[in-house]
């Protein structure tokens, strides 16, 4: 009989709790790419982890964004174009984010809104693409998000 032994990396990952209405919230942290450092909203209710489209080809207009025949539904619009792009030197905390897709999208109406609340410039929203790829567990008393990396 052998036992194997799993190793997994913890990494915490500080929340903000940001107040939008009388009784909701969001969370948000910090993320890095290509050495930018990122705003990013946790959204659990969204399937792919977004950028903003013109944020990304401002900063890096020589990354290749690949538009996919289909259309993204959701944050609060109707469908738009949607646009893929490899993430790669993508960071939260000290977790390397490797082998994830995420999409491009018009995201000015959500960074509006989170310019006139006073939390700075949004610049995506972190996805439960990536929440389930490191088995993430949100904990709202410490304010953290735990990710694992299996090996």
């Known amino acids: 009989m052998s036992i194997v032994f799993l190793v997994y990396m913890k990494y915490k990952i500080p929340l903000q709790l940001v107040p939008l209405e009388e009784d909701g919230f969001h969370l948000l942290l910090k993320a890095s790419w290509y050495d930018r450092n990122l705003l990013l909203v946790l959204d659990t209710g969204a399937s ?15 990354l290749e964004l690949r538009a996919v025949n289909q259309t993204s539904a959701g944050l609060g619009t109707t469908e738009m174009e949607s646009h893929v792009l490899d ?42 693409d990536i929440l389930h790829k490191y088995r993430a567990t949100i904990n709202y008393q410490k304010r953290l998000l735990i990710l694992r990396d299996g090996k």
């Open 48 to 62: 792919k982890t977004v950028f903003d489209k013109t944020v990304v080809s401002n900063w890096f207009p020589d």
């Open 87 to 128: 993430l790669k030197r993508f960071q939260l905390g000290s977790c390397r984010i490797k082998g994830v897709k995420a999409a491009a999208l018009d995201l000015q109406h959500i960074r509006e809104t989170y310019a006139q609340l006073g939390y700075g410039d949004l610049d995506g929203i972190l996805g439960g």
